[in-house]
């Protein structure tokens, strides 16, 4: 199931959006796709995202399934059962914000709304086929949102292409300006150990940019991970721990659950100085190169019936996780599939150069950079999405 509450109508635009069920809409409880939220209280107010998203002329049509709790990286859930990949029906969705994204991949809406707290949006986008954005950490408010407390979890927006991205952004942002950011002149192409199908889908991509570009290594893009999963573990548990004596905990989340409540200070230390060796080290490759460049996934995803097995892969996450930790921008965009397997880019940039990340992934796939992003609601199909 891609939406889990589709009797929503709210706001009068043409664009159609999904809610992630871990935001707050006033009047409906927030599950997070979890029975032990089953009967959690509706909302008393909206949260940040969705009050801005409704002042700036959506039309919120639907709250959207997840890996129960956001924390799985597959997207498949037990309860509320397992979002469909459309454009890649034998593969897993992505988590956790699967239903955002194959509530667009699959038409039923033009912006899912996720979160990205360990690649939570930009996995399921590369799953599924279309484009996600993590912003910058702390640029858009997390008010209203589950858990309260992260130092690594974004709000944004997945769609099917990168004029609904930016539009978005500049209506819930004012300041978020495609027109002020510059032309690119260097890349950094980040060293990964990738699928060779993978790698090379993404220099075929990059071979048609008539733009410098070096090869470069981020020594502690491993640390990292082990960093951001360190910090997640812990918040997520600290967030959720109450939850677990209930019993009604799907058996993949409770089982993270309880490894991440062994979590000790001392890791939860290292993981924050690494925090600040990594996003040191971004940043001078930065300085450097406009944009840096890697794949978003470093493997194709496993197929549903695996995960529905019982398999997990946290591993899914190597290349997107580490830029959690150090909170800088990063937009994932689909390229070309491999023999009916996705494959993907990640663009990532400097500290609040969200708008700028985006512009150079309408360089890198070679389409024209409109003027502005105009934010103007266009006609489309106001029918309810269905279940």
């Not at 409906?28 to 940040?48: E, F, Q």
């Not at 978005?168 to 300006?177: E, K, Y």
């Not at 089982?255 to 100085?273: H, K, N, Q």
């Not at 993907?344 to 409109?370: E, K």
Request: charged share 20%.
């Amino acid at each position: 199931m891609t939406i889990i509450t589709s009797d929503v109508d709210l706001g009068q635009g043409g664009k159609r959006v999904v809610v992630k069920d871990t935001i707050d809409i006033a009047g409906l409880p927030t599950t997070a796709a979890s029975a032990a939220l089953a009967k959690a209280a509706p909302a008393l107010r909206h949260a940040d995202i969705v009050a801005r998203t409704l002042q700036a002329g959506y039309h919120i049509v639907g709250k959207a399934n997840l890996h129960e709790l956001a924390f799985g990286m597959t997207g498949v859930n037990a309860w509320t059962g397992t979002p469909e990949n459309p454009g890649y029906p034998e593969l897993i969705p992505g988590g956790s914000s699967s239903g955002s994204a194959a509530a667009v991949a699959a038409g039923l809406a033009d912006i899912g709304i996720g979160t990205d707290t360990g690649g939570s949006i930009r996995v399921p986008a590369a799953c599924c086929g279309v484009y996600g954005l993590k912003p910058t950490f702390g640029r858009l408010g997390r008010e209203g949102i589950m858990p309260a407390v992260s130092s690594l979890d974004c709000v944004g927006p997945l769609t099917t292409n990168l004029q609904d991205l930016v539009d978005f952004m500049a209506a819930v942002d004012p300041t978020f300006s495609v027109a002020t950011a510059g032309k690119m002149a260097s890349l950094g192409i980040i060293s990964v150990d990738a699928e060779s199908p993978i790698l090379n889908g993404l220099k075929q991509q990059l071979d048609k940019v008539d733009i410098k570009k070096e090869s470069v290594i981020l020594p502690l893009m491993a640390e990292a991970f082990h960093g951001a999963m360190t910090v997640i573990n812990r918040e997520t548990y600290l967030a959720c721990e109450a939850l677990l004596g209930s019993g009604k905990v799907g058996d993949d989340v409770a089982r993270r659950l309880r490894a991440a409540a062994s979590t000790s200070d001392l890791e939860l230390a290292e993981a924050e100085r690494v925090r600040r060796a990594f996003t040191n080290e971004v940043d001078r490759l930065l300085m450097r190169h406009d944009y840096l460049i890697l794949p978003t996934l470093p493997h194709f995803p496993m197929k549903t019936s695996e995960a529905l097995a019982g398999r997990q892969d946290l591993n899914i996450s190597l290349f997107v996780r580490p830029f959690n930790l150090s909170g800088h921008p990063a937009l994932s965009i689909p390229l070309p599939s491999y023999q009916g397997l996705p494959v993907s880019m990640q663009v990532i940039g400097r500290s609040g150069d969200d708008a700028g990340v985006c512009r150079a992934g309408w360089q890198l796939m070679g389409q024209a950079v409109p003027p502005e992003a105009t934010a103007k609601q266009q006609g489309g199909n106001h029918d309810a999405v269905r279940r």
